[in-house]
């Protein structure tokens, strides 16, 4: 007599211990009754191919990509989405019941979600985004960005060169601005979206002016742990909207969760507690 597998999923990074995913998805599957498990797992760069052909054997049906695999993985999927390779990266794999790695990546629909939810009335088209950053999470966002239709993209990364890179891959919306004069153009921005890391628990501060800044002008930041960051904060008291970087995260883990387990799940108060607990 043989039973159905229950099906497996998990992230893969290293280091991988803080991720939150686990919590998140435990959550959805005890929601909607679901059988299924969702485990970290700490892998080497090296063993990454070894480890991916072995999963699915196993019974995984797909697995998260953090930090430092997002772009190697490329270099295995049998298949990847072309949002994975214009942003150069992917966050989720499906392996297929043929055999074949699929890779997608579905940071950047997590960030527009958020907004959606955080700023319902967000209208991506009535003026320019500042994006502070240019590493791999600055490349979803502006992607995500300019196809909803934002008009002009400014960013601004402490390396100038990796800015004029992104700005290169992605065309002529996407303009750069000098570290020094970032504060300088934040007063015609309608969003202002941080993707550096400046500003989590453990590092630097956001030392970009922000005097500049209108208000109603919508602001973001990616980082979540804490959850108000400096900039947040400022921002709020200089009367802007803001969106903090939880939501992202939960809302770009929607179409995996989809994927592995059979069920479209919903961000919610209770989606939002679960993480913060």
């Given at each position: 007599m043989t039973t159905d597998r229950i099906p497996l999923a998990g992230v893969i990074g290293s280091p991988v211990a803080h991720s939150k995913s686990p919590q998140l998805h435990h959550h959805w599957l005890r929601v909607h009754g679901l059988r299924g498990h969702y485990i970290p797992?700490?892998?080497?760069?090296?063993?990454?191919?070894?480890?991916?052909?072995t999963l699915p054997k196993m019974g995984f049906v797909g697995v998260n990509i953090t930090v430092p695999h997002k772009e190697k993985v490329l270099e295995i999927a049998d298949l990847i989405t072309d949002r994975a390779?214009?942003?150069?990266?992917?966050?989720?794999?499906?392996?297929?019941?043929?055999?074949?790695?699929?890779?997608?990546?579905?940071?950047?629909?997590g960030f527009i979600e958020n907004l959606r939810q955080g700023a319902p009335n967000w209208n991506p088209s009535s003026g320019p985004a500042v994006v502070l950053g240019a590493g791999g999470a600055a490349?979803?966002?502006?992607?995500?960005?300019?196809?909803?239709?934002?008009?002009?993209?400014?960013?601004?990364?402490?390396?100038?060169?990796?800015?004029?890179?992104?700005?290169?891959?992605?065309?002529?919306?996407?303009?750069?601005?000098?570290?020094?004069?970032?504060?300088?153009?934040?007063?015609?921005?309608?969003?202002?979206?941080?993707?550096?890391?400046?500003?989590?628990?453990?590092?630097?501060?956001?030392?970009?002016?922000?005097?500049?800044?209108?208000?109603?002008t919508l602001v973001t930041d990616l980082v979540y742990n804490p959850l108000q960051t400096r900039l947040l904060r400022e921002a709020e008291a200089l009367g802007c909207q803001t969106v903090d970087g939880l939501g992202m995260l939960l809302h770009q883990a929607v179409p995996a969760f989809e994927r592995w387990f059979g069920k479209r799940p919903v961000v919610d108060a209770a989606t939002r507690a679960a993480i913060l607990r």
């Open positions: 797992m700490d892998v080497n760069t090296d063993d990454l191919a070894e480890v991916l052909g390779t214009l942003i150069g990266a992917a966050n989720t794999l499906i392996f297929r019941k043929d055999g074949k790695i699929h890779a997608d990546n579905t940071d950047g629909y490349r979803a966002v502006v992607a995500s960005l300019i196809d909803v239709g934002v008009p002009e993209i400014l960013i601004s990364n402490r390396t100038r060169v990796r800015a004029e890179k992104l700005a290169d891959d992605f065309g002529k919306r996407v303009k750069v601005v000098d570290w020094v004069k970032a504060g300088n153009v934040l007063e015609d921005a309608d969003m202002v979206v941080n993707t550096t890391s400046l500003g989590m628990l453990g590092k630097p501060e956001m030392r970009v002016p922000l005097d500049g800044l209108r208000k109603g």
